[in-house]
């Protein structure tokens, strides 16, 4: 386990795994190894477990802090320990609740509770915009005051049981908890298709729409109107100095879409021309903004300007339950200033025989922007559209207050 976890820190700490839908994908698998080999006591299985994957989880998050999807993963897998777990407890007392009534009468009631997963509980929340909790689960729960009897003589056995129900109710909180995590890989993994579904909706024809950037969510929503029969234009913003808009529109041609490159600095003299701009997000935080390729708060500024709907996809995997207040939010990072000049054509800026030492050119080269929520006109997600004054409380299903910050706790 140490070892499929430290492969996976290298690969975060090299940067080789790009994408946010690719990190979370390979971070829900690397925890759902890490809890299937994770041996848990008697008692407490439930914190155990959750305890051990903080631990994991810390070190995966401090490997890369900017690529905010890890501690999404993390967390998501947490809050699905905390349900499995309510929902075994819900489990089990029922079961204590019925222990007097005949046999048949016991198994028509256990398998009735066996029944109960806490995949269908939080569904069931999300469908009713309440989160779970262990006395709704246990209303409906018969109650009885008779005790059990037992023999005196069979102590031994009873012991036996006893070991024997813990070691089955331990067996039980991990396969249940396994089987969320692939649930939430499958999620993961057909979140672009979930979206594309909705384009339809959104975009009609002889429309021209307006992005930047590469988002591969984005190339399948517009391709995904272009099978719908829809006639529109897209206009793509090269995204300087890495031109990932370039890629994106070799793509959106090969697909047979109508596509105009400009420069970035072309948005503004644009926007009038557009109906919609539909963008990709590198995360999407607790209040509704969104921290996206750098570049895209002066593009939002523009369709505000011109009362252009300004709407960003985005899957679940990359809805953030912190705020860019958090200390524990790294908004940005720099990188390398060969993308924006070559070092050589600019060798003669580089005075180091100063006293300093220091040279006389700096080159900043952010990789991201931020867009407050104010600027947002619409979020579509695999779950739907929803408004920016929305998104705090669609994040509140998916996560748990006890897991916003991510540290194991420690042993004294």
């Not at 690397?30 to 914190?47: G, K, M, N, Y």
């Not at 900017?66 to 320990?81: D, F, P, Q």
């Not at 999620?187 to 909706?201: L, N, Y």
């Not at 969104?290 to 002066?298: D, E, L, S, T």
Request: glycine fraction near 6%; proline fraction near 4%; include cysteine.
């Amino acid at each position: 386990m140490n070892a499929l976890v430290n492969e996976f820190i290298i690969k975060l700490k090299k940067r080789k795994i790009e994408g946010s839908k690719t990190t979370a994908k390979l971070t829900a698998e690397v925890l759902r190894s890490c809890i299937s080999q994770q041996r848990l006591p008697q008692t407490h299985q439930a914190d155990a477990l959750i305890d051990a994957i903080r631990g994991i989880g810390e070190k995966l998050i401090a490997a890369n802090p900017v690529e905010l999807a890890v501690g999404n993963i993390v967390r998501r897998v947490l809050n699905i320990i905390r349900e499995e777990d309510v929902s075994l407890t819900a489990a089990a007392v029922g079961g204590w609740g019925i222990s007097a009534g005949s046999d048949d009468e016991d198994d028509v009631k256990q398998d009735d509770h066996q029944g109960l997963s806490a995949a269908a509980v939080a569904a069931a929340a999300r469908n009713t915009l309440r989160p779970p909790s262990l006395q709704t689960l246990l209303e409906d729960i018969p109650q009885s005051t008779a005790v059990p009897r037992t023999s005196s003589s069979g102590g031994d056995s009873e012991g036996k049981s006893k070991s024997a129900d813990k070691n089955s109710t331990s067996k039980k909180l991990k396969h249940n908890v396994i089987e969320a995590v692939n649930e939430l890989i499958q999620d993961i993994a057909t979140c672009h298709d979930q979206i594309a579904e909705q384009a339809v909706e959104h975009i009609h024809h002889n429309e021209v729409i307006l992005t930047l950037g590469n988002s591969r969510t984005v190339m399948e929503f517009l391709c995904a109107a272009k099978e719908k029969k829809r006639s529109f234009r897209v206009f793509v913003a090269e995204g300087a100095p890495r031109y990932q808009g370039h890629a994106l529109a070799k793509e959106l041609v090969a697909r047979g879409l109508q596509t105009t490159v400009i420069t970035d600095s072309a948005v503004f003299a644009i926007i009038s021309r557009v109906n919609m701009v539909v963008v990709g997000a590198h995360t999407v935080m607790a209040n509704g903004g969104v921290i996206a390729p750098v570049g895209m708060n002066m593009v939002a500024l523009a369709a505000q300007r011109h009362a252009v709907p300004f709407v960003v996809l985005a899957g679940t995997h990359k809805l953030c339950p912190l705020y860019p207040h958090n200390p524990e939010v790294l908004l940005n990072e720099l990188k390398s200033p060969a993308e924006l000049l070559d070092f050589g054509e600019f060798s003669d800026c580089l005075d180091f025989e100063s006293s300093s030492g220091s040279p006389l050119l700096d080159v900043v080269n952010p990789a991201f922007d931020y867009v407050p929520p104010n600027l947002v006109s619409l979020f579509i997600t695999d779950t739907g559209g929803h408004n920016a004054s929305f998104m705090y409380r669609l994040i509140a299903d998916y996560y748990s207050a006890d897991d916003i910050v991510v540290k194991q706790k420690s042993i004294s």
